[in-house]
């Protein structure tokens, strides 16, 4: 039987390695290791990515920094190198167990007397996020003379870089590379120790430093080598005033092979525990749960625990694109995942938001409006990494003015709903008392210092916005937006009508702040009045003012009229701009989330109208429609959108390009919407004045699911078959 807790891949395919790189990536939230091979450099895109540290050089884009690379490894066997991109490789085999989080590559070579199979083994330590662990194995089937060199690749991978400016390099027992930004004043340390078989010397070659660990193979027999590596960078406690405060010798075993063992096997149970509470077993399709599992092993992959105020990128830990920032994606597909199985990392993701209302509030105040605007690419302290000027234009090479940043303004409610969200499941208030409430205000008095009325006009509108709907840029009253900015409205009407709920010096700090009578008036009013488009006579619910009258015409039709593969489809002049093509759910995304405000009718007309002009060129498209289609009680339908998100990262080949800019690596909201397909959209569970609601529509091969959800502290195993549901406390 199919092992579907592995993905694997066999024989070397050089067109492959960017999408290898993210589809064997390894990661415990404080970094990422692209799944390249142990002897690739950064023309293979290596990365060690970390999270929530950045630079910028000159006048490119700020992006998180990639570390020295302390896990670079080759073989030279009889005095000539064997790694995949020189030799060709007779057998190899990438192999990434994810439900242990391991990651293994064995490859034989043939030399000119007899073969040579190196493997090697690599994974994260979940505990001490610092440290990364490898194990390497060569067997030669001939008496030879090997040198096995393996330590720090400096020349690291950078889209924007180079960001290190000074190493300073030690070479006793434990190599040591520190590496510095003069410019922000950011270090990266990076510690590495191996031990194994031979005589070991030290290498210092171009800019790798390198241990030699030269013998002579016996034929048949195994030399092992085990290494540990740790990363420490200046925003940890450890590292401070530019030395670290931890005896780094305590970080490595004496032993360090038995030490491997006893790290791997708790790594292991590690991930077991994990899974009890977050896999998703489906009976009848191995395929979906292979692929809906690997979604989320890649998720906890890049859980911030190690802090308790971080968020998730929107590409996660799998390099620089989108410069290592965080979306909308992380509250509205991403979230929902750690709300229902470890809640204690979602609040983390709030608290990043809530402790950079200031970033907000700064960016609001910078295009004259009141309360938090929220940055559309949010860096540290809520800096927006978003450029006026995010395309590459490719016929000209020159950048095109963008309005992303500025006028994509649903991100704001995106926070609100993230918390609001949390609230309302977790029933936990300290969110709210943390800074939570303030920041709700905060974005509800942004959209109302946006608000237009027409001299004579009964309603608010929204004007010059941008909806998820990238290419229609400066639109007026896109329909999610102007729902969004009501539901902002609500939410902060809500709260501070029960603001005699909250703590004492909660009530005294809003006090302080706002005019909270005046507020709540402003905000129900606000919330009445505000123009929500309504459905025309077919149902049709236009996703902006005159969308409907744009040029009609195929996804097709508009792909034929691109004059460069890589053009880009938005902005002033695009080629989807002026017409009714648009790059991802919009009003779907509105309905889905809102359903109970529409007939099933309504519904199904606008999955109907839309999906056929939709590009679905962001990944963050497929899951709406494949919820939206189960609401509608189509799990058929649904099916191949709920594949397209949960396969994005095992399958690969994505959209690698925005105009000229890189946008590849893994898509941690496809793998959350995955995620709300299975349990909201397939299983139909919802969650209502503490009870949990299942109305499963399972897709027609699947005989059963079977998962746990955390609500309101406690644990729920839910269990499905055909149209029959259990729901037990655990
Ligand atoms: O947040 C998304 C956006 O909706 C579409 N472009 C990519 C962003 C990051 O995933």
């Known amino acids: 039987m199919k092992n579907l807790w592995i993905v694997e891949e066999q024989g070397f395919h050089k067109e492959g390695i960017a999408d290898n790189g993210n589809r064997f990536l390894i990661g415990n939230g404080y970094m990422g290791i692209r799944g390249t091979l142990d002897e690739f450099t950064k023309e293979q895109l290596v990365a060690i990515n970390l999270a929530g540290i950045y630079d910028k050089v000159g006048d490119g884009w700020r992006e998180p920094l990639n570390a020295p690379n302390p896990i670079y490894t080759v073989l030279h066997v009889d005095g000539e190198k064997y790694g995949v991109l020189e030799k060709e490789a007779i057998e190899h085999t990438v192999t990434l167990n994810f439900r242990e989080a ?24 979940m505990e001490n996020p610092h440290l990364i662990h490898a194990q390497y194995e060569v067997i030669c089937d001939f008496d030879a003379d090997v040198e096995f060199r393996t330590g720090i690749d400096i020349d690291v991978w950078d889209i924007y870089g180079p960001h290190f400016e000074k190493y300073e390099c ?45 013998y002579r193979a016996v034929k048949g027999e195994t030399a092992v080598f085990t290494k540990q590596c740790a990363i420490y960078t200046s925003k940890d406690k450890e590292l401070a005033a530019g030395n670290l405060t931890i005896n780094i010798d305590d970080l490595f075993a004496k032993d360090m092979e038995a030490a491997y063992e006893k790290e791997k ?29 690997y979604s989320l092993y890649h998720l906890h992959s890049i859980a911030p625990r190690h802090s308790d105020s971080l968020s998730i990128a929107a590409r996660g830990l799998s390099g620089q694109t989108y410069k290592g920032a965080v979306f909308w994606d992380t509250e509205m597909f991403i979230l929902d995942f750690f709300l229902y199985t470890e809640p204690s990392v979602a609040k983390t993701l709030l608290k990043y938001r809530i402790d950079t209302l200031d970033g907000a509030r700064q960016k609001a105040k910078d295009y004259g409006y009141q309360g938090a605007f929220y940055a559309w690419e949010s860096q540290e302290g809520g800096f927006d990494a978003c450029s006026d000027y995010n395309v590459t234009d490719v016929f000209t090479g020159r950048p ?33 008392e943390e800074g939570g409430i303030e920041t709700i205000v905060e974005c509800a008095r942004f959209y109302y210092s946006l608000l237009i009325k027409k001299v004579n006009g009964a309603v608010y509108e929204l004007h010059d916005v941008i909806g998820p709907d990238e290419y229609h840029e400066r639109v007026n009253n896109n329909g999610y937006t102007n729902r969004m900015a009501k ?53 049709v619910i236009e996703q902006f003012d005159g969308y409907l009258g744009l040029e009609d015409v195929s996804v097709e039709e508009v792909r034929k009229r691109l004059l ?19 790059k991802q759910a919009d009003v779907v995304t509105w309905l889905t989330l809102f359903a109970n405000e529409f007939s099933k009718e309504v519904l199904a007309k606008n999955w109907e109208y839309y999906e056929p002009r939709t590009e679905h060129g962001s990944s963050l498209s497929a899951c709406m429609y494949a919820w939206l289609a189960c609401i509608n009680g189509y799990p058929e339908k649904a099916y191949p959108f709920f594949l397209k998100s949960a396969m994005a990262d095992l399958k690969g080949g994505g959209k690698q390009w925005a105009g000229l800019v890189y946008i590849g690596g893994t898509h941690p909201a496809a793998s959350g919407g995955a995620y709300m397909n299975a349990i909201h959209g397939f299983a139909g569970v919802s969650f209502e004045d503490g009870k949990i609601k299942v109305n499963p529509v399972l897709p027609p091969n699947w005989k059963s699911m079977k998962f746990t959800v955390s609500y309101q502290s406690k644990q729920y195993a839910i269990e499905i078959n055909g149209k029959k549901s259990t729901v037990t406390e655990l």
Not at 112 to 122: E, H, I, L, S, W
Not at 511 to 536: G, M, R, T
Not at 564 to 582: L, N
Request: net charge negative; aromatic share 12%.
């Open 102 to 125: 391991v990651l293994c590559r064995k490859t034989v070579f043939q030399t000119q007397k007899g073969n040579v199979t190196f493997q090697a083994t690599r994974f994260l330590n």
């Open 170 to 214: 030690g070479q006793e027992q434990i190599f040591s590379v520190k590496a510095s930004i003069q410019e922000e004043r950011e270090q990266v340390w990076v510690l590495e120790k191996t031990q194994g078989a031979g005589n070991e010397t030290v290498l210092k070659e171009n800019d790798k430093l390198l241990r030699v660990f030269s």
């Open 265 to 293: 096997a708790e790594h292991i149970a590690w991930w077991e525990e994990k899974w009890n509470t977050s896999q998703v077993v489906i009976d009848g399709d191995d395929e979906a749960m292979c692929a809906l599992n």
């Open 400 to 432: 095109m003015r963008t309005y992303f940043k500025d006028k994509q303004i649903h991100i704001s409610a995106a926070i609100v709903s993230g918390i609001m969200r949390y609230v309302e499941h977790t029933k936990d208030y300290s969110v709210l």
């Open 487 to 539: 539901y902002s409205f609500e939410k902060a009407y809500e709260l501070l009508s029960n603001v005699e709920k909250f703590s004492e010096s909660t009530q005294k700090k809003l006090a302080e702040k706002f005019d909270v009578s005046a507020l709540k008036e402003e905000f129900k009013d606000a919330a009445e009045n505000i123009y929500i488009p309504a459905p025309n006579e077919e149902g």
């Open 564 to 582: 460069h593969e890589k053009e880009y489809w938005g902005g002033a002049y695009g080629v989807a701009s002026h017409t009714q093509i648009i």
